[in-house]
């Protein structure tokens, strides 16, 4: 993608570079293999999401943190609700995103949100090794989306996101559109979603490559049990296509396939300003995971509590040996 003829970037820039993979991996056996651009769209925006395991599109009451996996969560519920989310991610890299929505009656509820991923300082060195001062990346996107009520239990949403990345001397810009359905069923008790995702086109490359964006299509549903405290959730990702190869992998199967694009997320209701939660996504194992007999790569664990009408989530990512990363949603209408 960069093609640093005149300097080594270090570290960091190792990191930058596989963070532009789906699952954001570190080296790692299976390291998932596809490269695209713009791959930050596929951070988990929000800390409930990602205590589930990652993007869902059939939560209940998704809010507006979650309108960039469906626009279909936007509903007269988030009226004037506004989200802020800050991701700690690996070194002092960072993830933060903003949202804002507001409903108008008779025509729908409209969004707008900016995510912001910063990379930290980075060492420029000549080829030598020796230091001759640091430079910046960065990666942006600002997303505006509409939905509404189109038919009795079914919500349909549509948004775009104008998009700029910039590492040191090399620059790209995009354009994105995203869409998605949502209907309620069972006395909302089982919800479905159907979603596409990141379908766009570079309007300006970095070295005159132009590269595909991380273009997926997710399905799911969940269902609350009607006597327990549970609600189960379930998503599937990538169903644009069958094959998602990780590297260093040995003649995958049907089953390996599947479940590489499975993504699973639990929350334990214990009352209605308490939730915990708990997700697995199967692909992030696979990238992720070490030689280890028991590797939690993929799991995350959350907790959702709301005092004062602020909702507060705060979730715990497993990146295998690296460790985990940590993450932190607020939201409140007003």
Known sequence: MIKPARRIYGLKLLLLSMLFSVSTAIPAKGQFTE??????????????????????????????SLFTANPAYLTDRAHKEVSFSY????????????????HLDQLGTF???????????MQRTTRDGARIGTFNAYDFSWSFAFSREWLPSLTAGIGTQ????????????GVAF??????????????AGLSFQHLGTQLTTYDGTREELPFTITAGISHRLNHLPLRFNL??????????PVYDDDSPGFADYLFRHVRLGTEILFSKH??????YDHLKNQSLKSDKRLDFAGASIGLGIMVYSIHMDISRSS????????????????
């Open 111 to 121: 969004a707008s949100g900016i995510r912001y991923l910063n990379y930290g300082d």
């Open 35 to 64: 490269d695209r651009v713009f791959g930050f769209l596929e951070l988990t925006g929000s800390a409930r999401s990602a205590g589930l395991g990652g993007n869902h599109v059939a939560l209940a009451d998704g809010g507006v």
């Open 235 to 244: 998503a599937l990702h990538s169903l644009n296509k069958w094959e998602i």
């Open 162 to 173: 104008l998009i700029a990345s910039s590492y040191d001397d090399y620059q790209s810009t």
């Open 178 to 191: 995203f869409g998605g359905l949502m209907y309620t069923f069972n006395e909302g008790n089982t919800i």
């Open 319 to 334: 990146f295998s040996e690296s460790g985990g990363i940590t993450q932190i949603s607020l939201s409140k209408n007003f």
């Open 87 to 102: 991701l700690n991610h690996l070194s002092d890299i960072y993830l933060a995103t903003v949202d804002f929505a507001y």
């Open 274 to 279: 308490a939730h915990l939660r708990l997700g």
